[in-house]
């Protein structure tokens, strides 16, 4: 029997260690299609209170823009992020375990010789699957963060900026998903869809380091010696914890990650990630990295949770594990 590659725990069908398994980006689809769902509402405010202008508080930005735009507007932009969101997750959370796994297995040839994980292990399992999203996960992050943001009322004070668009009026940038990526390839060019990659890299290596290493080891110290997996209840709490965690502390990358992408919807004033760090300091203060932690951190734990939950529970489906407990 294998080790699972989220958790350590011993599996009823698992692989040989070592080996390649397809099922982790099977199951890593499902959990990203569940953490859509559950966290993109949340998702939107938190792009329009990083990106956006005019909200005091979290319940601001959520009354304003259910008045402007009714419930529907918290889910602007969720059509791409669903088809997409899911397959970049499920590369991710591939690419995570069985690098992990590989690892483990390199380090320790038996695999009842060794620990089910080890923490450099996870450290190296996590940075590579933080590279990987970036690639990936740049262009999904900059077509759902324009969708979310076109609404916004286009801001005529930014003094010295030169429109991209004349006079659009009340009409959105973007008829949807489509042709918000045609009209960026045609005006930026394919590196215009990798805006805001640098910032997605400094926040998304170090954050999925804090988002699989606390779940690994909250999930071990939760899960009674005796079971054989975690119960939905312990990776549920788990997940939960660890995407709080994550999206906490990632806040100030996603802060200026969010701007980046959301610069060049009607017009450019960010030369790259320093001198919108620079921009924005001198414009908001300190306060400016840390707008949105909040709704980073509760949307984190109910999204993460979803997440994870669909993982373990569609890895158990899929193998046929069971969490059994010794009498």
């Keep these: 029997m294998g080790t699972d590659p989220a958790t350590g725990k011993r599996g009823a069908a698992a692989g040989a ?75 991710v959370f591939g690419v995570f375990s069985n690098t992990q796994r590989f690892l483990s297995h390199h380090r320790c040839r038996e695999p009842e010789a060794g620990p089910p994980h080890v923490l450099s292990d996870l450290l190296l399992a996590s940075m590579v699957a933080g590279v990987v999203s970036v690639g990936l996960g740049a262009p999904v992050d900059l077509i759902k963060i324009r969708l979310q943001m076109q609404t916004e009322p286009f801001q005529e004070a930014n003094l010295g900026l030169k429109p991209r668009v004349a006079a659009l009026g009340e009409q959105p940038a973007y008829q949807g998903p489509v042709h918000c990526f045609a009209t960026i390839v045609r005006t930026e060019g394919l590196a215009g869809l990798y805006r805001g990659a640098s910032a997605m890299l400094l926040r998304d290596v170090p954050g999925y380091c804090l988002y699989f290493i606390p779940y ?12 054989t997996g975690p ?42 990630v320093l001198d919108c760090i620079s921009q924005s300091y001198q414009k908001e203060g300190l306060k400016v990295f840390f ?32 969490v059994v407990t010794s009498p």
């Design 17 to 91: 260690m070592g080996n390649f398994q397809l099922e982790d980006f099977v199951a890593g689809w499902i959990g990203g299609a569940a953490s859509v769902i559950v966290g993109h509402p949340l998702d939107t405010v938190k792009a329009r209170l990083q990106a956006g202008s005019g909200y005091g508080s979290t319940l601001s930005c959520i009354r304003t823009v259910y008045r402007r735009e009714s419930v529907f507007g918290f889910f602007k932009g969720m059509s791409f992020p669903l088809a997409s969101i899911a397959v970049y997750n499920s590369v």
């Design 216 to 227: 690994v080891f909250l999930s071990d110290w939760i899960t009674p010696e005796a079971c």
């Design 231 to 272: 119960s939905p209840c312990a990776v549920w709490l788990a997940g939960g914890v660890a995407g709080a965690i994550s999206w906490g502390t990632a806040t100030p990358m996603d802060v200026m990650k969010s701007r980046l992408q959301a610069d060049g919807v009607y017009v450019n004033k960010y030369r790259g």
């Design 291 to 322: 707008r949105g932690i909040t709704v980073n951190a509760v949307r984190g734990f109910p999204m993460s949770a979803a997440m994870f939950l669909g993982y373990e529970l569609s890895l158990q489906a899929i193998r046929g594990d069971r």
